[in-house]
């Protein structure tokens, strides 16, 4: 007999849940074969806090290092068919790249899937500005930028959208036109200074035990 077709399946939104999404919506995938859900990174720490937001006792692995990337690549992948129907119904989809637009994340789960989000493709950061020292030695400044980025613009557009509405910040969108010559499509990028960056990684780093990567979480930590 045919083995029977599992139902359709709604999943409960938690903190834990809505980080993984965030990871799998810059670093992951959606399998063509309508099961498969894979999981890459160059830090193995990110991967296994993946694998324990989602229980999973699937193995990490070395996997190929896709384009310019020079440091080790690893990956996860693992099957759930009700897990991969219910990322279809939220907003992802195989290939996903430079199409993905909106992700029916509720407003209470958003700023756990934004951290999610920062982990996969964004960016914390910090240097000291010391431009302004030959007017007065006095003037050297600890800047803080915190950026989201994305191949779709409707996606960047989306979370801009989002932040604003949810924390009162304003923050900048950019286009960032190919640079190497591997890039033959433009990124799009959320931009944020450091007053308002100071307020938003406060927001996404709300608990001492919030699923992140750590070695962000540790820049953040000298600011917030």
């Known amino acids: ?14 903190a834990d849940l809505a980080y993984v999404i965030g990871l799998i919506v810059t ?3 959606l399998s063509g074969d309508g099961r498969h859900i ?3 990174s160059c830090d193995t720490q990110l991967l296994k806090t993946f694998k324990k937001c989602l229980n999973l006792s699937n193995r990490i692995s070395e996997t190929f290092n896709n384009g310019w ?4 690549a690893y990956r996860i992948q693992f099957g759930n068919v009700q897990l991969y129907r219910w990322l279809l119904k939220i907003g992802l989809f195989p290939a996903k790249t430079y199409t993905i637009k909106k992700i029916n994340v509720p407003d209470k789960y958003f700023r756990d899937f934004l951290r999610g989000h920062l982990d996969g493709d964004g960016y914390i950061q910090t240097y000291t500005d010391y431009y302004n020292t030959f007017k007065n030695p006095k003037y050297i ?11 779709s613009k409707n996606h960047v557009n989306w979370i801009m ?3 604003r509405s949810l924390l009162s910040i304003k923050g900048h969108t950019y286009q960032r036109k190919p640079r190497r010559t591997d890039q033959t499509t433009s990124l799009w990028e959320v ?9 938003l990684l406060s927001w996404l780093y709300y608990h ?9 979480r540790k820049i953040a930590e000298k600011f917030i």
Request: proline share 7%.
């Open 1 to 14: 007999m045919p083995k029977a077709k599992l139902p359709d399946k709604d999943f409960k939104w938690s």
């Open 27 to 29: 670093d992951g995938c």
């Open 38 to 40: 894979i999981m890459r």
């Open 69 to 72: 990337g020079k440091k080790r």
């Open 141 to 151: 400044y600890a800047r803080l930028y915190t950026r989201f980025t994305s191949a």
């Open 161 to 163: 959208e989002n932040i």
């Open 191 to 199: 931009k944020f200074a450091k007053k308002e960056s100071i307020k």
């Open 208 to 216: 001492p035990d919030v699923p992140c990567l750590i070695r962000k």
